[in-house]
């Protein structure tokens, strides 16, 4: 098959969309399908074999990504014909401008259109400040208007599937989770955990509360702060390491310093994938506060590495983690999220238990079953289109 993938962002952008695609594209390729990729430029992008790039609009302040401005949506001009007219399968990773692409593209040349919805999109109105609830009201409308204009819509979990139902999306919804490559994972132990300790000035015989993903206000960063606070009282020998960057990273420095935990918390700022994925094996517990994760694809690379995680038993984290047996799921409360944190502090045999079960579970997470089920319904949606 031929398939063209249509997005708001791609590398160098680092999300986790952007995670998803460059894990299903190489999947597919090594299945023998080919894969073409429709994205916004980046002054940092690399040219890369089956990657086009559009004239997009980079904000300034750096609070959101390049996206494509909107006259590249109906510009054929734009577009490599010979590369689109070949496409067997359109599938959109947005629905806004590179959506909108994606749409046209199916339409006028016939095409099945496939829509992945990465992110509860109206669950990130606080940017919108006093016209947020308007905004919610509108993007719920747009979301399911989007998804009916498709022929079949992906999500990365149940719970994801359950709110487009609410929303009023009617056409059919499947699951298919990004995967992860499971080789990429380990325990980080002996010298090498000697170092990064000294690196991130982490006390020897601290056990290590992990945090890896964007730091930004819909990751519930404050509620993670709170919690620590209650947890470090308790339990003085832990360290909280928050990897990744965001629009909160300021914000995060001056509100551990008014909490008074500055120098139990490490931030190091936006890494290179393959260096934070290494640290998923250094932490002792994976501390995920999220209540609007449509998947926490972080979890499972996190139990993919041995360190059980305590999480908001909310969207995502509902699909992935085993409540009481790999890791424990919350209320959206500080007391009972910190509760369960100090839980495993104190039981370094229930953590190796939790540990041993992630371990088990880490063939589900694989992107080899992820591909596989995406090939299954790509093939679904083309016989059912072409019958």
């Not at 689109?84 to 046209?104: C, K, N, Y």
């Not at 290590?208 to 819909?218: D, F, G, T």
């Not at 908001?312 to 699909?319: E, I, T, Y």
């Amino acid at each position: 098959m031929k398939i063209g993938i249509f997005s708001e962002c791609y590398k160098p952008v680092m999300n986790g969309v952007a995670v998803s695609i460059e894990t299903f594209k190489k999947g597919l390729e090594a299945k023998g399908h080919e894969v073409f990729v429709f994205a916004p430029s980046h002054p940092k992008a690399v040219t890369e074999h089956g990657v086009y790039r559009f004239p997009s609009v980079e904000d300034k302040k750096g609070r959101l990504y390049p996206f494509l401005t909107p006259s590249v949506t109906l510009q054929d001009s734009y577009l490599p014909k010979d590369i689109i007219s070949s496409l067997d399968i359109v599938h959109a990773q947005h629905m806004f401008t590179a959506g909108r692409l994606a749409r046209h593209v199916a339409t006028k040349y016939n095409k099945p259109l496939v829509y992945t919805y990465h992110t509860l999109i109206a669950e990130y109105t606080h940017y919108a400040g006093f016209l947020s609830s308007l905004v919610k009201v509108y993007l719920r409308n747009m979301s399911k208007r989007f998804c009916n204009s498709c022929d079949q819509v992906i999500t990365p979990s149940n719970p994801m599937k359950k709110i487009l139902q609410d929303y009023g999306v009617t056409v059919p919804i499947e699951v298919v989770m990004t995967g992860i490559e499971p080789k990429n994972y380990k325990r980080v132990s002996g010298q090498e955990n000697k170092q990064l300790r000294e690196k991130y000035k982490i006390d020897p015989e601290a056990k290590i509360c992990l945090y890896i993903s964007r730091v930004a206000k819909e990751k519930n960063i404050d509620f993670l702060f709170k919690s620590f606070v209650k947890i470090q009282d308790e339990y003085p020998i832990c360290h909280l390491l928050m990897v990744g960057g965001g629009p909160e990273e300021e914000w995060a420095k001056t509100r551990i310093e008014e909490l008074g935990i500055k120098n139990k918390v490490t931030l190091t700022g936006m890494l290179p994938k393959i260096e934070a994925n290494k640290l998923f094996g250094f932490g002792d517990i994976f501390t995920f506060p999220s209540y609007t994760e449509t998947q926490g694809i972080v979890i499972a690379e996190a139990m993919a590495s041995g360190t059980p995680p305590v999480a908001v038993g909310k969207m995502g984290p509902l699909d992935l983690v085993h409540d009481g047996k790999d890791g424990y799921l919350t209320k959206l409360s500080i007391s009972d999220f910190s509760e369960k944190v100090l839980k495993l502090l104190h039981d370094d045999k229930m953590r190796d238990i939790f540990a041993m079960e992630g371990l088990k579970r880490v063939e589900e997470f694989s992107n080899e079953t992820s591909v596989t089920k995406l090939i299954s319904l790509y093939e679904k949606v083309l016989s059912q289109v072409n019958s």
